[in-house]
C-alpha cells in the first residue's frame, strides 16, 4: 500500500487483491532491459542485447493474456483503480519483451501514464514505469524513476531491481551491487539471485555466480522459473567452452518448460559452436519464427554465413524489426553498433557505437566502440575503449579477442589478451561473434 490508511472489509480484500497482481507483474517485468538478454539483455537483453543479464523469470504468452484480461475487466469497473492501470502496464512490458512485438510498449505507455495521471508518486506505478523505461533502453530515465519508486517505498525490492538493472546498463557497478544486495535483502529468490549471479560474473567471479543460480534453481517453483534458471546454467558453460554441459542444461530447461524458446537458442548456439552447422542452422530457424529477436537473427545469420548460405534475408529482417522498435519509441544503438562493425558498414558501426557510449557507457558499449573505431581504422582511439571493456575482469572472450586484434593491428604485444580468449572459452569462434555475445 502507498500512504493511504488500511481499508477495512470488502475494500481492504479488493485492494489487496489488486497489490497482489501488481506486485507479481512487476516481479516477472523488472529485468526488462538490455542485458541479455533483450540481446544484452537479457532477453531483453534483451536483454539485452540485452540488451545484454540475467534478470527475473518469464511469464508464458498465455498467462500473461489471462493477467491482461482480468485487469482490463476490473478496470471497466474500477477505472480509477492506479494500481491497476499500473500492473496493467507492466504486463504489456513483459509481453514485448516475450514476444518481440514493441507495439506492446505502446500500450504499457498508455495504461502508465493512466496510473501516474491517478498516483504519479505511487510506487507500484513509478517502479512500472522504471521498467517501461529499461525495456525502451533509457536506462537514465529507468534509474532515475526506480529511486524515486524507492523513496516511496523503501521495502519494494521491485524497483531494487530495476534500478540494478538500470545502473548495470550506465556503467555505474557500485550502485548495482548495492541494489542487488539490498533486493536479496528485501526478497531473496529467482530474480534477487540471478541478478546477483550475474554481478558476480561482470567481476569476473565465475564460481559464484554459478552458486547464485543454483540458489535460484533450489528457489525456483514454477515450470518458466526452472527453466529460466537451467538456462542460464547453460548460458556459463557455454561461455566457458563446456558446450556437452551447456546441451545438458538447455535440454533441462526444456523439459521443464518445453515452450521455453532461450533454451532452444541456446541449443542451436551450442551445435553451431561444435561444428555441427546444418543442426544449427535448422534449430534457429525454428527460433527466429517463433521469437525474431534481433540477437537469434544475427547468430541465424553468422551461422548461415558460414554454411556458404546468403544471410541476406535475416538482414532484411533486422532491418523490419528495427524500424518496428524505433516505431514503438526503442532506441538500440548497440545492436547496430555490433552489427554494422561485423557485416556492414564501419563508419556506421562508429557512429552508432558513439551514440550508445554517450547514453550508457558499460562494458558492452565499450567493446562495441573499440571494436567498430577498429574496423574503421582507428585502432588507436580504439585501444582505450578496448582496455577499458576489459578492465573490470570479466571473463568474456570476445572482449578479449578484440582487444588482441586492436594490440596486433598497432603492433603491440597481444600475447596476454590472446592466451585470454582461450583460457576463458576455449571453443569461441571469432567467425561467429555474435554467438559469443551475453544473450
Known sequence: MSDLKRPRGRAAAAAAKTACVVAATLAI???????????????????????P????????????????????????????????WAALGAAHVQQARITADPSYYVKAEQA???????????????????SLAAGRHEFAAARRLARQAIDANPYGATAYGVLADAATQLG???????????????????ASFTRASYDAELRGDVREAEELLKAALADAFTPEDIAYCRFYLGELA?????????????????????AFVPALAGRARAAALAGRLESAAQGYQDVVARLPLAQYIVEYGEVLARLGRSPAGQWALLSAQ????????????????????????????????????????????????AWALHRDGRS???????????????????????RAEIERKLGLDAGRSRSRVKEYNPRFDPALPALARFS
Open 29 to 51: 517485468t523488472a529485468g526488462a532491459t538490455l542485458l541479455p538478454p533483450i540481446g544484452h539483455q537479457a532477453p531483453a537483453v534483451t536483454p539485452a542485447g540485452a540488451e
Open 53 to 84: 543479464g540475467a534478470g527475473p523469470p518469464q511469464a508464458g504468452a498465455t498467462g500473461l493474456s489471462t493477467t491482461v484480461r482480468g485487469l482490463r475487466d476490473r478496470l471497466q469497473r474500477l477505472p480509477k483503480d492506479h494500481q491497476a
Open 112 to 130: 502508465l501514464d493512466r496510473a501516474a495521471a491517478l498516483a504519479p508518486r505511487d510506487a507500484a506505478v513509478l517502479a512500472a514505469r522504471a
Open 172 to 190: 555505474e557497478h557500485a550502485e548495482a551491487t548495492r541494489a542487488v544486495r539490498r533486493m536479496t535483502e528485501l526478497k531473496p529468490g529467482v
Open 238 to 258: 557455454l561461455r566457458a567452452g563446456e558446450l556437452e554441459r551447456a546441451g545438458h542444461m538447455y535440454d533441462e530447461a526444456l523439459r521443464a518448460y518445453p
Open 322 to 369: 528495427r524500424r518496428l522498435m524505433a516505431a514503438s519509441g526503442v532506441r538500440d544503438d548497440i545492436t547496430w553498433a555490433e552489427f554494422e562493425a561485423d557485416h556492414g558498414s564501419p563508419a556506421a558501426a562508429v557512429k552508432h557505437a558513439r551514440a550508445e557510449y554517450r547514453r550508457h557507457p558499460n562494458l558492452v558499449s565499450a567493446d562495441a566502440l
Open 380 to 402: 588507436r582511439e580504439a585501444l582505450r575503449y578496448a582496455r577499458k571493456a576489459t578492465a573490470r575482469g570479466w571473463r568474456n572472450a570476445l572482449f578479449h579477442h578484440h
